[in-house]
């Protein structure tokens, strides 16, 4: 047998660091704007991210407290999901400052609003790829013995997508050429996702 360190979470993990986090990931990143109901802008960045249905596109990400960005969507019901690319990696990580409410995080993190299509908070114009979102569900998380915690999934549907032309080869979306940069565990470890690291297997029929 090989040899295993083995845990229950709620007895702690026994290691320096938790791996949690390093073992589920990398994890795109979810670098989410909004508009809060006085106006403010807002973007900041969650890693507990990802997309969960096709028709319609579902996407969600989990706020671990009562942050700006939920409490922003549960007062509007919109959202935008901003790509992070290894050039806008510096910017989305000033972006998670804990800041006042009233501070404008796209000047904080020195990226440019762009007026949305559908909804009222901005993209960020720096970024290749963005998708407009409203508000489907916001989920309040409990654990296996149905208490309640502070973590609030929040759910939206995308209701309009801008990709920059140069990621479309053929109109077919190069995931690697947008150079997506990915959240991995510990303080600081990140990914950026590189074309060599593809392979394809199709699936059984
Ligand atoms: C890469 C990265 C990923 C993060 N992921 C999460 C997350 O999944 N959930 C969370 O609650 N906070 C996460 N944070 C921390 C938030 O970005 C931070 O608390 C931020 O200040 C929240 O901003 P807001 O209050 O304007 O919404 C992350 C930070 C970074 C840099």
Redesign the pocket.
Known sequence: MPDRHSYEPRHGHGLPHDPFNAIVGPRP??W?STRAADGTL????????NAFNYTPPLIG?????W????RNIEQTGEFVWNLTTRPLAEA??Q?????P?EVD?FQLAGVTPEASQIVAPPRVAESPVAFECRLTQLIRLQGADGNAVD?WLTLGEVVAVHIDRHLLVDGIYDTAAARPVM?GGGPAD?FELDPAARFRMFRPR
């Open positions: 990143i979810g989410i807002n973007l900041a960045p969650y890693s507990f991210f990400f989990a706020s671990i407290g942050k700006d960005t939920v989305m990580n972006s998670c400052a804990a800041v409410p995080e973590t959240r990140y």
